[in-house]
């Protein structure tokens, strides 16, 4: 299974590899990939059957509980069989659908990187792993979205949508984390076996938030839906794909994995139920409202999805029988949907379902698949669509609570998925030739053979369901429910309320699709309400966190090195000054402090005078001079106290800086004002702050007791182990020599630093 | 004592922050000259001023016989002072030919590569 997933990710390596030429030539050859792993899935389909599962694991970081292991079941099974088979006509398709475009080669990469990281989602066993291939989907489906990368809207939408899913992916990974920290494991098939220690676990209810907020983004709930609507700019065999049939499914695939480990609570149930329920209604009704065929399948497959998610959440045996059939029944019927937009796109250039008319008069074959795929989704009897509504009908209609409210919503939700798949399956054939639909023909079977697979399928599996039950539909409900399975498919369950509700259905569906017309002033007519819609809302919020975060970089970091000095200061001084006011008791021991002498008196007494002098003096000469005067009374101060090496250094260095400064004080700049008063006064103000804080702080730490360890070390062996009597001078050149000898490498440095920079001449039309 | 050189450690800590904090150039030098001085000090005081016994053993003796400074941070201070020079001498400089190639001192006229804000 590794090598299966890892396939597609070595392919895409190899595509860009491959000349444009061989693209050119031998474009079909490209789909052998997933056609192989179609294959290989459908030949593991007997050791699936009965609820067992394969199971392989490569340790990867063992320490830290991540593996790559993975899991078939028939779960897994049913999103392989569709990743690599709708794949596999994807890629046929593409390759007259995109024929000769310039950037083929990175399409069918990407395109790859897809099918290999969805093929990880859903195969993986590791929280993990599974994280990181769904991030892989997000990230391989912004490219995708992006691929008309010339457009601005193209690169908006991807971002919109790389936006919402990667922190939905991340808001998801914090859960994962909580879940291996609360059930010490990441495996899904360990947790499978002790559920109860999540739904026990006190943060149960936020290990839920942070999974559906990964699902619901992924899968585009209700309030994170818009996304899907924008990914729609991407090339129509990416909708097919990725937004339609295999990605967004995703978030339903994971929260049908983890029902048996999370759910059957009332949290899990209910939540699910209420957002699905929002979702599908909500996106099914504003379906009816656009005119641009892949807008409005777009909405339909939102609706779609929050059928998928409400069943879900219903939990019983039924719901979750529908939802497995549903996400079959819907790949099925919505990728031959888009695939057919698709050429209709290609054949006639339009995608407005209101000026479209009469194709099937030039090509056949792709209205079949149309009629088809839009009976199916209407779920009339004999397609496949049929039976996935007869099993979601009765799981709502056997509900003990709420029944009759969810329901209707349900009728109302497939009456209108209904009418948007008849616009877009049979209207655009039907009728009268339009001045748009004149010169369109059949196209190369790379277009429409796919079409026709997809229906041909979804016909056989609603007239034989015995095809599918047994070895993919029931395989899926053990791998979502714990005991035994009671379930079955069959076409004729009896007249009963739910064959009525069927008829009612598809009566007043059909009422509505003749009776209401697609047009772009109901459209418009809907705009009016856009200021709620989350989208906007949520825009809103990405838009005003980008102003806060250019005006928070501005305020802090606005290129003026000594505000950045400020801001530091400040911080650092509220924070010292709170805790010196807070908790450390400020007491003196007067035995510590020596005596004043006269001498020291007059030195004390001069540093003021020449701190005060440097930064009151207007003139640059006394400025330096005072510069002067500090250094010499710190060398007094040295003198005083027993460091005679550092008075010698200091007067030397002192000496040689007045010299440097007088030596280039022609050259200097004049000692100017640049700054108003009340900018001085404010810097005042802090400079008096900061060092009165300094002031305090040595005077606390001055009144802790010293550690003399390290001193009294040097100080005993410097002349035993360095026969050196200046212990100062032992420990620089001896003790610490290393350290003294690369101090001066850096003097050397900085001496032939000073030397260019005298020398360099950086303006060669002015000598100096 | 000590309450006075902890006062004028302060003072120059203040004065060195408040000159760094000029637009001028010439100042902020001026600035990191006073703030060098004043952690020098501080480190200093923090070692225990201790008269007339400097940390160098009798001519005879082995070992110290009576008190003596501390010898750490009177070396630690004496590589600074040092550091302190290399730097001082390369920003009197890097100043003077500032000033030389682009005619100002003014630290705002030095920043308009930034995005303007």
Redesign the interface.
Known sequence: MLLAVLSGFIFALLVPLLSKFALRAIPSLLSAVPILLFLYFISQLSSIREGQFLLEKISWIPQLGINLSFRLDGLSMLFSLMITGIGALVFVYTSYYLKGHPYLDRFYGYLSMFMASMLGVVLSDNLITLFIFWELTSISSFFLIGFNNEEESSRKSAMVALGITGFGGLVMLAGFVWIGSAAGTYSLTELMTQPEVLTGNSGYVWILVLVFIGAFTKSAQFPFHFWLPGAMKAPTPVSTYLHSATMVKAGVFLLARFTPILGNTPEWNWTLTIVGAITMTYAAIHALFRTDLKSILAFSTISALGILVFLIGLGTEEALLGAGLFILTHALYKAALFLITGIIDHETGSRDVSRIAGLQHKMMPVAVAGYIAALSSAGVPFFLGFLSKEVMYEAVFHLPQAALILTILAVLTKICLLVAGFWAGIKPFTGKITAVSENAKLPSPRLWVPTIILGALSVSFGIFPALIEKSLILPVLSSMMVGPIDSYLALWHGFNWVLLLSVLTLLIGTAIYFSWRPSEVKFEKTLRFESFAPEQIIKGLGRSSQVFAKRWT?FFQ?????NY??TI?IFLSVLVAYRLFSGVYLYLDWN??????PS??IV?FL??IS??F??LSKT?TA?IVS?GV??FA?CL??L???????AM??FS?DT??VL??ML?LF?????????SKRIRLR??F???V???L??IL??E??EEP?M?E??EY???N???LAKG????NV??VDY?GF??MV?TV??V???I??FS??H?N??PFKK? | MELLLILIIGLLHAGGLYMLLRRSMFKMIIGLILLGNGVNLLIFLLGRLTKGHPPVIDGNAKIFSEIYADPLPQALILTAIVIGFGLQSFAIILIKRVYQVLGTDDLDELNSTDEEI
Request: aromatic share 12%; proline share 3%.
């Open positions: 501005a606005n290129g003026y090195l000594r000095v400020i200061l510590q402090i020596s005596e004043i002498t020291e008196i004390v540093m003021v701190i005060f440097v930064i640059r400025v510069l500090i250094g710190n101060f040295f005083y106290y027993s460091a005679p090496d550092l250094t200091q260095i040689l800086t440097l400064f280039v050259k200097l700049p004049p000692n100017k004002t640049f700054s810097d005042s802090i400079s008096l900061f060092g009165a300094i002031a040595t005077l730490v001055f010293t003399k390290v001193s040097y100080a005993d410097a002349y035993i009597r200046n212990v100062v420990i620089l610490r350290d003294t101090e850096v003097l440095i900085a001496a630093g000073v920079l005298m360099l950086l303006n100096d």
